[in-house]
């Protein structure tokens, strides 16, 4: 067996270290950062932009809601006034407690079928606000959502 000669340290190779090498792949790596940090931040930033329009459409969207609501709600209130207005202006003329009984009966039932017309309409109304108001975030959540899988 031959046994390799020991080195001694006039033949052991030292590796040279080039800094213009080194200065260039640290130079690449950091506009490669650069980059990838802009395209990032590009896209949290239309991210935040697409956020904050479905969020303008939303407020937007309660804003119509809810003036829609208060409209039926001054309509149902002024419909119910006028319904007992009338009702006032009839007990005026009754002439018997027959008169009176039929008068009221009448007044009562007339009165429920406008409180159930009344919160039928209120409820399509607030169904339907309810819808418009979270659609715009919900198209973007699940765009976002979408968006995650793709990646």
């Known amino acids: 067996m031959s046994e390799a000669a020991p080195k001694s340290a006039d033949t052991i190779e030292y590796p040279t270290f080039e800094a213009n090498a080194a200065t260039d792949q640290f130079r690449v790596f950091a506009e490669k950062g650069m980059e990838q940090s802009k395209e990032a931040f590009s896209r949290f930033k239309q991210g935040a932009d697409t956020a904050q329009k479905a969020f303008e459409a939303s407020f937007e969207n309660a804003r119509t809601a809810s003036n829609e609501i208060s409209s039926k709600s001054i309509a149902a209130m002024r419909a119910s006034t006028d319904l007992t207005f009338s009702h006032m202006e009839a007990l005026l003329g009754i002439r018997s407690i027959t008169d009176f009984g039929e008068l009221q009966s009448s007044f009562m039932r007339k009165q429920y079928e406008l409180a159930m017309n009344q919160v ?7 169904t339907k606000g309810a819808e418009d108001v979270t659609e715009p975030v919900k198209d973007v959540v699940q765009r976002a959502w979408t968006d995650l899988k793709v990646a």
């Open 120 to 126: 039928k309409d209120v409820q399509a109304v607030s």
